[in-house]
């Protein structure tokens, strides 16, 4: 059975980092691309950063993240990653993680509707 569980999230300090963890099951990780998404209070869903497929797989990043978070993946424990520094009351937000339905895609899309397979999502509280 598909599934991606997302952990990780908490309260936190402005300027201070949290690391996201997307664990999957249920499918080859390395064969597809896995998108990292967030949705805060009375605002559309929005893509944070995504990496394609292993083997030549591209990283993308939203202009409001660049530089401050990094995407990676562990095939070998199935789980995709999200490092978050010097993070902002902006970030706040329900985190989720989200699979391509197709395989072997080098390149991602930070569009939501892109994406098929969705976790339950992680809650970020940026605040002092």
């Known amino acids: 059975q598909l599934q991606l569980v997302e952990s990780g999230g908490g309260l936190v300090q402005p300027g201070g980092s949290l690391r996201l963890s997307c664990a999957a099951s249920?499918?080859?990780?390395?064969?597809?691309?896995i998108g990292w998404f967030r949705q805060a209070p009375g605002k559309e869903r929005e893509g944070v950063s995504c990496?394609?497929?292993?083997?030549?797989?591209?990283?993308n990043y939203a202009d409001s993240v660049k530089d401050r978070f990094t995407i990676s993946r562990d095939n070998a424990n199935s789980t995709v990653y999200l490092q978050m520094n010097s993070l902002k009351p902006e970030d706040t937000a329900v985190y989720y993680c989200?699979?391509?339905?197709?395989?072997?895609?080098?390149?991602?899309?930070?569009?939501?509707?892109?994406?098929?397979?969705w976790g339950q999502g992680t809650q970020v509280t940026v605040s002092s």
């Open positions: 989200a699979r391509h339905p197709l395989p072997l895609f080098r390149q991602c899309t930070l569009k939501p509707n892109d994406y098929k397979y």
């Open positions: 249920g499918f080859t990780l390395d064969h597809y691309g």
């Open positions: 990496i394609g497929s292993s083997v030549g797989g591209s990283t």
